[in-house]
T-cell receptor, first 116, second 112 residues
Framework: GAVVSQHPSWVICKSGTSVKIECRSLDFQATTMFWYRQFPKQSLMLMAT?????????EQGVEKDKFLINHASLTLSTLTVTSAHPEDSSFYIC????????????FGAGTRLSVL | TQLLEQSPQFLSIQEGENLTVYCNSS?????LQWYRQEPGEGPVLLVT?????EVKKLKRLTFQFGDARKDSSLHITAAQPGDTGLYLCAGLYSGSARQLTFGSGTQLTVLP
């Protein structure tokens, strides 16, 4: 089956540093990937849609300069949290849409970010 | 803004009981998916429903898509502690920008 790999699974960083999270589709190509943020026991909140070869589309209220997204290839999208602060601590999840099955999204295992 | 209401938000039951989770919208879905998520992990796809009135079964789980494709339900028979988790419905609306809209989730706890 389709697999999406997300790395790292857990990261702790100091306030003011930047953190990069990778999302890879392992056995299929994904023109479109999505980045979500999730607070404990809550649903997923879409942050942005990552489009291969073009700029990401950010949801209202999400700072594009804070959350940099790069989708450089059909199998890799990265999310960089710049100048992280404690309020950025959260669970970040990516997903990739399989091109031949456009209404199916496969999710990564998530990244737990803790900013001290 | 399209809303996807999921209920109940929290559910705690004893092993062996049955339960139903509901997912409702005022708009029509082109497809709807159900996911289960465990703490510290990403959502895992359980099922996709596309046709109005469709019923799909996955062992003790029964998924139903409303005739008008505006609602869906997940029924679990004889729940087990291993069913504990966050259940999420997510819909792709007809004519949408091709991105899933998630329900608020149902946190299910099955007590032994």
């Amino acid at each position: 089956g389709a697999v999406v790999s997300q790395h790292p699974s857990w990261v702790i960083c100091k306030s003011g540093t930047s953190v990069k999270i990778e999302c890879r589709s392992l056995d299929f190509q994904a023109t479109t990937m999505f980045w979500y943020r999730q607070f404990p026991k809550q649903s997923l909140m879409l942050m942005a849609t990552s489009n291969e070869g073009s700029k990401a589309t950010y949801e209202q209220g999400v700072e594009k300069d804070k959350f940099l997204i790069n989708h450089a290839s059909l199998t890799l999208s990265t999310l960089t949290v710049t100048s992280a602060h404690p309020e950025d601590s959260s669970f970040y999840i990516c997903s990739a849409r399989r091109e031949l099955v456009k209404n199916i999204q496969y999710f990564g295992a998530g990244t737990r970010l803790s900013v001290l | 803004t399209q809303l996807l209401e999921q209920s109940p938000q929290f559910l705690s039951i004893q092993e062996g009981e049955n339960l139903t989770v509901y997912c409702n919208s005022s708009s029509v879905f082109s497809s709807l998916q159900w996911y289960r998520q465990e703490p510290g992990e990403g959502p895992v796809l359980l099922v996709t429903v596309v046709t109005g009135g469709e019923v799909k079964k996955l062992k003790r789980l029964t998924f139903q898509f409303g005739d008008a494709r505006k609602d869906s339900s997940l029924h679990i028979t004889a729940a087990q502690p291993g069913d504990t988790g966050l259940y999420l419905c997510a819909g792709l609306y007809s004519g949408s920008a091709r991105q899933l809209t998630f329900g608020s989730g149902t946190q299910l706890t099955v007590l032994p």
